[in-house]
């Protein structure tokens, strides 16, 4: 998982590191409907990507949130470039 | 020598706080509505609301709460009276003359506002005003609601959130380098969002809470960078940061964006819950009892509200009577 992703899930959102898993859908991991506009807001205030509140509650897993903000962060920068 | 009619600032001399007596804890509310102490405390930091009951009235807290304030002051009058509500008892007349009168004040201005969780800075701005234009030399600001009345009986989303309470303060004419003195006040406002929070009548309280948390958030953290730029502090001076209270997870969230640590951020949403144009002088008049501010802080003041509503304030806490 992107590291930034990882510091703003478990520092800032404080989701419990042992429920952190991949494969395992956003409710596992800790997450409610605050925690998603919350994720929204960090990821565009700390890397500069927009990524809506109903783009991550489509993710299924925390695999398909990494990729998805990956994709989201380099369609923004080559927009930008 | 300065004359005292020259000094136009408004500087704080009394606070007071009202609550009702009823406290409904959240198990309580479990037993009527499908959710749980669990959800409702990991969402929103709330255990415990007081709530009025049908013996008690707005006008009832604003007066107790106001009584407080000019006890503090030492004052047996002020010149003007502002009180900020949404939920007032009657939709006319406005409840500031009553309560005015009740107070021994007959005769004195005496407005209602309603500016939602906002309504107290928006009155200390009003207040400010009123001694700036030299209508009065000492003025009284209540923000008083009974929030608990909007939601719908069954809402399980909106009831929890909710308490009642009334918060007051007494200002009077000073000098703005005066403990107490009350800094620019950055108010805004933004109707295209009106429905986000929304109640055309009591029990029928709509909030449409992610967007509500997003411009909460948003506005209150810009709010804050104006004021204390206003001022000329930087957000490391600020010893205490005295957001509204409506939901722990805002409030944490918007002192990290501002990089004020926790043990400079004072809250009680968790023993009130969202106590609406109270919410502000309430946490003051609490935490000025016990100790956790003190005189020669330096605060900033946030809210939020329906409207959208909202505003930043500083100031440097007085030494006041206990």
New interface residues.
């Given amino acids: 998982m992107n590291g930034e992703l990882e510091s703003i899930l478990l520092n800032?959102l404080k989701l419990p590191a042992d429920r952190l898993a991949m494969d395992g859908s956003l409710h596992e991991a800790g997450f409610?409907?605050?925690a998603?506009?919350?994720l929204?807001?960090l990821l565009g205030?700390r890397l500069g990507i927009d990524v809506s509140?109903s783009d991550i509650r489509e993710a299924a897993t925390i695999e398909q949130l990494d990729r998805l903000i990956q994709r989201k962060g380099d369609e923004q920068r080559a927009r930008r470039s | 020598m300065h004359n005292p009619g020259d000094a136009t600032a408004a500087v704080i001399c009394g606070i007071g706080a009202a609550l009702p007596s009823r406290v409904v804890s959240n198990a309580e509310l479990c037993t009527r509505l499908d959710t749980t102490d669990e959800w409702i405390r990991s969402r929103t930091g709330i255990s415990f609301r007081h709530v009025t009951g049908a013996d008690s009235s707005t006008e009832d807290l604003a007066v107790q709460a106001a009584e407080q304030a000019l006890a503090v002051a030492g004052a047996t009058s002020v010149e003007a009276v502002v009180l900020a509500t949404t939920t007032p008892d009657r939709c006319c007349p406005a409840a500031a003359p009553a309560v005015a009168s009740r107070l021994g004040l007959t005769g004195v201005p005496a407005i209602d506002l309603a500016a939602g969780c906002t309504g107290f800075l928006y009155g200390l701005a009003t207040a400010v005003g009123f001694i700036s234009s030299r209508t009065a030399n000492a003025v009284l600001i209540i923000g008083v609601d009974r929030l608990s009345t909007l939601p719908a009986r069954d809402d399980r989303t909106t009831v929890p959130l909710f308490g009642d309470g009334a918060g007051a303060m007494v200002l009077r004419r000073g000098r703005l380098e005066d403990d107490g003195a009350i800094g620019p006040v950055v108010l805004g406002s933004d109707g295209t969002q009106a429905e986000l929070i929304q109640a055309a009548h009591p029990g029928s309280l709509q909030m449409q809470g992610a967007e509500v948390f997003r411009h909460a958030v948003d506005r209150m953290t810009s709010a804050c960078a104006q004021a204390v730029a206003a001022v000329g502090w930087c957000m490391n001076d600020i010893d205490r940061l005295v957001p509204h209270q409506a939901n722990a997870r805002i409030t944490s969230f918007v002192a990290r964006q501002l990089e004020v640590p926790d043990s400079r951020v004072l809250g009680n949403v968790d023993l009130v819950g969202n106590t609406g144009a109270a919410s502000i002088p309430l946490l003051l008049a609490q935490s000025a009892s016990d100790d956790r501010l003190q005189a020669g802080q330096r605060v900033l003041l946030t809210a939020f509200g329906a409207g959208l509503t909202w505003g930043a304030v500083t100031l440097t806490w007085p030494e006041l009577a206990s």
């Fill in positions: 800032d409610d409907s605050l998603i506009v919350e929204s807001l205030d509140d």
